[in-house]
């Protein structure tokens, strides 16, 4: 059981937009900054996104993420067969003292 | 650029321990900006935190695995390492190592993976 809560599959087609959620508490995503994972199939995570929105260098602007009191979102335009993948969430949890994930979303690109 | 590579056992009996070394090229593990950390990833399942190191010594563990983990550093050597012991089934997973901000703890820099299996 994940701290941090996403849904375990999303589907789209090339071209559209698509929207991955991620849902925590204050304790969690409400108070500290949220990070975003792309797996891609048979490889390591890569970070995507920090700070809630800041896209590392070499990531398209095709990615953005945002936060909103306990929530966060990973949203995704002009979805391309190579965005498929598994997406992760993930940030500090000051309860806990420690890094939290959520269990990871499936997307799917028809 | 800095690239990280795990290496240990892939074979792990259960009740052993197992061991891992990451090695750190083209940056150092005692840069004082970043955490030093373990991410394992079950079969079919999402990521979990292990712990992290800062090369002062200080760590932090996930609690669930406190007990049993134990996360050092070797500045002379520009590596960092990973003992679990008591090992289960359970342990079974791809496990990675990682750069994480010292600050805002995001993981911008991860090794390859390496899978552990526990089993006799």
């Known amino acids: 059981q994940s701290v941090l809560t996403q849904p375990p599959s999303m589907s789209a087609a090339p071209g559209q937009k698509v929207t991955i959620s991620c849902s925590g508490s204050?304790?969690?995503?409400?108070?500290?900054?949220v990070s975003w994972y792309q797996q891609l199939p048979g490889t390591a995570p890569k970070l995507l996104v920090s700070?809630?929105?800041k896209r590392p260098s070499g990531i398209p602007d095709r990615f953005s993420g945002s936060k909103s009191g306990t929530s966060a979102t990973l949203v995704i335009t002009g979805l391309q067969t190579g965005d498929e993948a598994d997406y992760h969430c993930?940030?500090?949890?000051?309860?806990?003292?420690?890094?939290?994930f959520g269990g990871g979303t499936k997307l799917t690109v028809l | 650029q800095v690239r990280l590579q795990e290496s240990g056992p892939g074979l792990v009996k259960p009740s052993e321990t197992l061991s891992l070394t990451c090695t750190v090229s083209?940056?150092?593990?005692?840069?004082?900006?970043?955490?030093w950390g373990w991410i394992r990833q079950p079969p079919g399942k999402g990521l979990e935190w292990i712990g992290y190191?800062?090369?002062?010594?200080?760590?932090n563990c996930n609690p669930s695995l406190k007990s049993r983990v134990t996360i050092s550093v070797d500045t002379s050597e520009n590596q960092f390492s990973l003992k679990l012991s008591s090992v289960t089934a359970a342990d079974t997973a791809v496990y990675y190592c990682?750069?994480?901000?010292?600050?805002?703890?995001?993981?911008?820099?991860w090794g390859k993976g390496t899978t552990v299996t526990v089993s006799s």
């Open positions: 990682a750069r994480s901000d010292y600050y805002y703890y995001y993981l911008d820099v």
């Open positions: 083209g940056g150092s593990v005692s840069s004082g900006s970043y955490y």
């Open positions: 190191i800062h090369y002062s010594g200080s760590t």
């Open positions: 204050s304790s969690n995503i409400g108070n500290n900054y």
């Open positions: 700070d809630n929105n």
């Open positions: 993930g940030t500090w949890d000051s309860s806990l003292s420690a890094v939290v």
